[in-house]
């Protein structure tokens, strides 16, 4: 019996062993990997320090739906991406004359060429701003509900509203007349990579 026991334990010893020289092999399979997947992912993703300086930030808006707005930071600035609904766009033929600058012709944020139009944009789907106020930088919200609203007029057709000192911007960007923002919401440069991807930052090919 007690050799049974004896013959026992030491099966035992020898499975610890195996178990535990596998899972020193399996730690260390999973650090490589580790290894080679960090500079694989490094080339898709800038650095914070590039960021920083200004590197151009590719977008995926394939999950994007008529009528909602995605957030990505560029420059340390936050940039909203809006894809507008026909209603939205049929807006702009109203607040086309109600906005101070309807043309961007403004030169204190230019507008690049390819936005100087009602839209602001290259495809008039897509609106892509940078979401702080000309006034005194601060950060807008959004309001794409259409009529009467606290702080907003009766007449509201959608847009941006800076709670701090009132200011207004229709779906395109554009501030309202008598206004203390004195100047639309910049368009940083973009361009699309594709139907699904867009890079904010540069617009060598728009």
């Given at each position: 019996?007690?050799?049974?026991?004896?013959?026992?334990?030491?099966?035992?010893?020898?499975?610890?062993?195996?178990?535990?020289?596998?899972?020193?092999?399996?730690?260390?399979?999973?650090?490589?990997?580790?290894?080679?997947?960090?500079?694989?992912?490094?080339?898709?993703?800038?650095?914070?320090?590039?960021?920083?300086?200004?590197?151009?930030?590719e977008?995926?808006?394939?999950?994007?739906?008529?009528?909602?707005?995605?957030?990505?930071?560029?420059?340390?600035?936050?940039?909203?991406?809006?894809?507008?609904?026909?209603?939205?766009l049929?807006?702009?033929?109203?607040?086309?004359?109600?906005?101070?600058?309807?043309?961007?012709?403004?030169?204190?944020?230019?507008?690049?060429?390819?936005?100087?139009?009602?839209?602001?944009?290259?495809?008039?789907?897509?609106?892509?701003?940078?979401?702080?106020?000309?006034?005194l930088?601060?950060?807008?919200?959004?309001?794409?509900?259409?009529?009467?609203?606290?702080?907003?007029?009766?007449?509201?057709?959608?847009?941006?509203?800076?709670?701090?000192?009132?200011?207004?911007?229709?779906?395109?960007?554009?501030?309202?007349?008598?206004?203390?923002?004195?100047?639309?919401?910049?368009?940083?440069?973009?361009?699309?990579?594709s139907?699904?991807?867009?890079?904010?930052?540069?617009?060598?090919?728009?």
């Amino acid at each position: 019996m007690s050799g049974t026991s004896t013959e026992a334990v030491a099966g035992g010893d020898i499975d610890k062993s195996k178990r535990t020289w596998i899972a020193i092999a399996g730690c260390a399979g999973a650090v490589g990997g580790v290894a080679v997947a960090v500079p694989f992912a490094s080339t898709f993703a800038p650095s914070e320090r590039a960021r920083a300086a200004g590197a151009p930030v590719e977008v995926d808006i394939s999950t994007l739906e008529p009528g909602q707005m995605l957030r990505v930071e560029w420059r340390g600035k936050p940039v909203w991406v809006v894809r507008r609904t026909p209603a939205m766009l049929e807006s702009l033929k109203k607040t086309d004359g109600q906005v101070a600058d309807p043309q961007s012709a403004r030169t204190q944020y230019p507008t690049p060429e390819y936005a100087r139009n009602q839209w602001r944009s290259i495809k008039p789907e897509f609106f892509v701003g940078v979401g702080i106020c000309t006034h005194l930088g601060c950060s807008p919200s959004d309001k794409f509900q259409s009529g009467p609203q606290p702080s907003l007029p009766d007449d509201w057709t959608g847009g941006f509203f800076c709670p701090c000192h009132g200011s207004t911007f229709d779906l395109a960007g554009r501030v309202f007349r008598n206004m203390p923002a004195p100047d639309n919401l910049e368009v940083p440069p973009h361009m699309y990579l594709s139907d699904t991807r867009l890079l904010v930052g540069e617009d060598k090919k728009a």
